[in-house]
């Protein structure tokens, strides 16, 4: 009769903790012989997840670029932001560039008292010279965006109500990005949160709300 087979053996402690060491090595990306920035550009792309979290103000008046420029002429205070976001990194193309989607949400405290979600695409850059020693990166977002209720300087007043609404606009939010090189997964974000209308294309509206938030952003 042929022999009965036997059971495999079970690994031991030296083999346990070689397969450990073997899975770590295999996940971990090559970073010998890379510089700084690259190595923190590995090390970003090799967590794919990031979650963020944030607080900021509304800002009642003035167009987003004259804020992004010039950001004391504006009337800030009139609403408190307080949300989060999760983001998926898709690819990197042309060393630089990245394609990141992003599902978020936050609530208006003060005058709108009101909901806010949205669901974009973030097309991001770090070929920064200065990033072997701060790794920065900037942003820009495409993507609708819809408020439960319309903040203030979308309503207009009740003696001069805004002619053109829309609760759906574009998410189009400008942000930048702070790391360590030695860890890219912890970074702050200063984001210019901006609902646009895209020239009239919603509705006829061509300024929405805009909001500056500070988060900090995990990358797992």
Do not use: C
Not at 23 to 44: F, H, K
Not at 118 to 133: E, I, N, Q
Not at 187 to 206: C, D, K, P, Q
């Amino acid at each position: 009769a042929a022999p009965a087979s036997e059971p495999a053996p079970v690994p031991g402690p030296a083999s346990a903790a070689e397969a450990a060491t073997a899975l770590v090595t295999a996940t971990t990306p090559d970073l010998s012989g890379l510089s700084p920035g690259d190595r923190a550009r590995a090390l970003a792309d090799a967590r794919s997840w990031s979650g963020t979290l944030f607080i900021g103000s509304s800002v009642a008046d003035g167009y987003l670029r004259e804020l992004i420029l010039q950001p004391w002429t504006g009337s800030w205070g009139d609403d408190s932001l307080v949300g989060g976001a999760v983001q998926y990194r898709v690819a990197r193309f042309w060393r630089f560039f990245m394609l990141d989607l992003e599902v978020g949400g936050a609530y208006r405290f003060g005058q709108t008292e009101g909901g806010e979600f949205w669901t974009v695409a973030y097309l991001r850059y770090d070929g920064f010279p200065w990033t072997d020693y701060v790794y920065t990166t900037f942003g820009l977002s495409f993507g609708p965006d819809y408020v439960t209720r319309l903040p203030q300087v979308e309503r207009g007043t009740d003696q001069k109500p805004e002619p053109n609404q829309s609760r759906f606009l574009n998410f189009f939010s400008p942000e930048l990005t702070f790391a360590l090189p030695d860890y890219p997964q912890y970074e702050v974000a200063l984001r210019y949160m901006h609902r646009s209308g895209i020239f009239g294309t919603y509705n006829g509206v061509w300024e929405g709300a805009n909001s500056f938030v500070v988060g900090f952003r995990y990358r797992f």
